[in-house]
């Protein structure tokens, strides 16, 4: 109610949380930011001066596009970190996220479930915490497929993030 200005994560959210549905009981006092001019959406971005891989003083080796040495150097020290064997040969992926229902964190529960039960040879890395379901149960996917599927509950220290960003 008395801020100067408030901001969502996009144009779209902005307006979907006008509304009853989406705006949590907070719809009436945003309508009123939002119809005094004091509601933006502001979409979803990084600074890329401080998260380019060629510059990165957080990474523990640079690269670029051009030259991919240093992406093999984050990579290996990203598996080390999160207690994954050091492979080159399989798929490495990873995710940065608040854990809630509303960006997906359950499908992508059920569907990684799924994959690593069947046997597909990768590695995964998620870091995050939210809904305590959803930590129970990534918390629970580590404990059943340690080398596969590692947790970090929480969040990371920026520079976990830029190894993750770099290494995945």
Not at 28 to 36: E, I, K, T, V
Not at 46 to 72: C, Q
Not at 75 to 99: G, Y
Not at 104 to 131: K, N, P
Request: proline share 5%; with cysteine; charged share 20%.
């Amino acid at each position: 109610m008395t801020a100067h200005m408030v901001n969502a994560v996009s144009r779209t959210y902005a307006e979907e949380i006008l509304s009853p549905a989406f705006g949590f009981g907070l719809d009436p006092a945003l309508r009123n930011c939002a119809f005094s001019g004091r509601l933006r959406g502001i979409l979803n971005g990084i600074d890329v001066a401080e998260w380019n891989p060629s510059a990165d003083k957080l990474l523990p080796h640079t690269f670029s596009a051009s030259d991919l040495t240093g992406k093999n150097v984050c990579r290996a020290e990203l598996q080390k970190k999160f207690n994954l064997p050091v492979r080159h040969d399989v798929p490495l992926f990873a995710t940065i996220s608040r854990l809630a229902y509303q960006k997906g964190l359950d499908v992508l529960a059920g569907s990684l479930t799924r994959l690593l039960e069947s046997g597909h040879d990768l590695q995964f890395i998620l870091v995050g915490s939210g809904d305590p379901g959803l930590e129970n149960w990534f918390s629970w996917l580590q404990g059943r497929f340690p080398g596969k599927f590692a947790f970090f509950k929480g969040y990371a220290p920026d520079a976990v993030s830029h190894l993750v960003e770099a290494g995945a």
